[in-house]
């Protein structure tokens, strides 16, 4: 492939490089992908207004999510299996964000562990986390957590149970791969993905194979989940996860002012309007759909943000202006890790800045705290 000019070519190039079951698991969303395809599409109902004549010379994204200084409102969210787009993934991306200036978020799901992934950044970063059946488990979670340094707890609220997605079903997803004549087949194309994955012994979860009790090894994602993730997570769960970490938390997978109302009384510092990528409940709106009215609702008393769809700088600027104070990218960044490792988590993260600033720009703005509903044309459809 030629030059890199936009997300799009870095997908393309993780189509390539990575092997079929693992980009799959990234490219997809929950039954007929309805809300997978919606989360993109909804952001282009939104059009931008353009002025002229305004001084643009002097410019900056930088602001602050929960109060950490970023260098554009735009955090790596969390994803599983991420050292399975390419090996050591999660440090690779989390290096890129750090000197980058941007939070990496840490899944619970993660093949590098919580322990490696501080040895090998020395950048604080924020644990995403998973409730399990085993509250044992998840307490040894969240202090691994802490004794770690990481500088944020987001609890993901959206997942007790699991969304079907067809592909992973057909694909017999597992980390690491099983030798089947399919699999093989297709990893003999993806020669830089294995030679990776001989060079490294992070192959399975790190954070739950040897941590979490009876289990030794471990590689469906789909059995973990049925069994494990506890579908008894309520309110009051939050409120001891809350104590128990004792820092900065982040509540993610809020669709529904109501949820947001009561995400704003538990005293959490930012709340995530998510639908998970579409990986969850297929039919549900996009989440730029949803971020108006949950900003509306609880805006001034938590920080409001958003992910779902965001494929550009200027997804990020429509999120801004629609009230969201911050946005994680998911499958933007997992495409340049695949594409090009560290390199392609880089890439992705100048270009989202880039394409933020210059249309920023465009609409007579130069800083991000200025952005507000203003710069968008009004959308009656
Ligand atoms: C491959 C993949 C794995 C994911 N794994 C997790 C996870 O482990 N924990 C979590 O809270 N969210 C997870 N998500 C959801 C993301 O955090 C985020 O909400 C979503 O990717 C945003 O949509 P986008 O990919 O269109 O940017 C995952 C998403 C993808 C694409």
Same mark, same amino acid.
């Given at each position: 492939?030629?030059?890199?000019?936009?997300?799009?070519?870095?997908?393309?190039?993780?189509?390539?490089? *990575?092997?079929?079951?693992?980009?799959?698991?990234?490219?997809?969303?929950?039954?007929?992908?309805?809300?997978?395809?919606?989360?993109?599409?909804?952001?282009?109902?939104?059009?931008?207004?353009?002025?002229?004549?305004? $001084?643009?010379?002097?410019?900056?994204?930088?602001?602050?999510?929960?109060?950490?200084? *970023?260098?554009?409102?735009?955090?790596?969210?969390?994803?599983?299996?991420?050292?399975?787009?390419?090996?050591?993934?999660?440090?690779?991306?989390?290096?890129?964000?750090?000197?980058?200036?941007?939070?990496?978020?840490?899944?619970?799901?993660?093949?590098?562990?919580?322990? $490696?992934?501080?040895?090998?950044?020395?950048?604080?970063?924020?644990?995403?986390?998973?409730?399990? #059946?085993?509250?044992?488990?998840?307490?040894?979670?969240?202090?691994?957590?802490?004794?770690?340094?990481?500088?944020?707890?987001?609890?993901?609220?959206?997942?007790?149970?699991?969304?079907?997605? /067809?592909?992973?079903?057909?694909?017999?997803?597992?980390?690491?791969?099983?030798?089947?004549?399919?699999?093989?087949? $297709?990893?003999?194309?993806?020669?830089?993905?294995?030679?990776?994955?001989?060079?490294?012994?992070?192959?399975?979860?790190?954070?739950?194979?040897? /941590?979490?009790?009876?289990?030794?090894?471990?590689?469906?994602?789909?059995?973990?989940?049925?069994?494990?993730?506890?579908?008894?997570?309520?309110?009051?769960?939050?409120?001891?996860?809350?104590? #128990?970490?004792?820092?900065?938390?982040?509540?993610?997978?809020?669709?529904?002012?109501?949820?947001?109302?009561?995400?704003?009384?538990?005293?959490?510092?930012?709340?995530?309007?998510?639908? /998970?990528?579409? #990986?969850?409940?297929?039919?549900?709106?996009?989440?730029?759909?949803?971020?108006?009215?949950?900003?509306?609702?609880?805006?001034?008393?938590?920080?409001?943000?958003?992910?779902?769809?965001?494929?550009?700088?200027?997804?990020?600027?429509?999120?801004?202006?629609?009230?969201?104070?911050?946005?994680?990218?998911?499958?933007?960044?997992?495409?340049?890790?695949?594409?090009?490792?560290?390199?392609?988590?880089?890439?992705?993260?100048?270009?989202? /800045?880039?394409?933020?600033?210059?249309?920023?720009?465009?609409?007579?703005?130069?800083?991000?705290?200025? *952005?507000?509903?203003?710069?968008?044309?009004?959308?009656?459809?």
């Amino acid at each position: 492939m030629g030059v890199i000019t936009c997300n799009e070519d870095l997908r393309k190039l993780a189509e390539r490089r *990575v092997p079929r079951m693992f980009y799959d698991y990234v490219d997809c969303g929950s039954w007929t992908e309805t809300t997978y395809r919606e989360n993109e599409r909804q952001f282009g109902r939104w059009k931008f207004r353009q002025r002229v004549a305004v $001084d643009i010379d002097r410019r900056s994204l930088r602001t602050r999510m929960i109060g950490q200084e *970023v260098a554009m409102p735009v955090a790596l969210a969390p994803t599983g299996l991420t050292g399975m787009q390419r090996a050591d993934g999660e440090i690779l991306a989390a290096r890129a964000a750090a000197r980058f200036g941007v939070p990496f978020t840490l899944s619970t799901m993660s093949i590098c562990s919580i322990e $490696d992934v501080a040895a090998a950044t020395g950048a604080p970063f924020w644990f995403q986390l998973y409730v399990m #059946r085993d509250r044992d488990f998840v307490e040894r979670l969240i202090d691994r957590a802490r004794a770690a340094g990481c500088s944020a707890l987001m609890l993901t609220l959206d997942l007790q149970i699991l969304g079907q997605r /067809h592909k992973d079903l057909k694909n017999g997803l597992t980390a690491p791969p099983r030798p089947t004549l399919r699999n093989l087949v $297709d990893l003999a194309t993806k020669p830089r993905w294995c030679l990776g994955m001989l060079g490294t012994r992070r192959r399975t979860f790190g954070n739950i194979v040897g /941590h979490a009790r009876g289990v030794d090894s471990l590689d469906s994602l789909n059995a973990w989940t049925n069994e494990q993730f506890d579908p008894h997570l309520n309110w009051g769960d939050v409120e001891w996860i809350k104590r #128990r970490w004792g820092g900065p938390l982040i509540l993610k997978g809020i669709m529904d002012a109501e949820d947001a109302r009561h995400a704003a009384d538990t005293g959490a510092d930012a709340l995530v309007v998510s639908n /998970h990528g579409g #990986r969850q409940l297929d039919g549900a709106p996009a989440s730029i759909e949803a971020l108006p009215a949950i900003a509306a609702a609880v805006g001034s008393r938590i920080e409001v943000w958003m992910d779902g769809g965001i494929r550009s700088g200027q997804d990020v600027l429509r999120a801004i202006a629609l009230g969201a104070r911050g946005t994680l990218i998911g499958r933007a960044f997992l495409y340049g890790l695949g594409a090009l490792g560290e390199a392609g988590v880089s890439r992705c993260l100048e270009l989202i /800045h880039r394409e933020l600033d210059l249309s920023m720009a465009f609409c007579g703005r130069t800083e991000i705290g200025r *952005v507000d509903r203003s710069v968008l044309l009004p959308n009656d459809t």
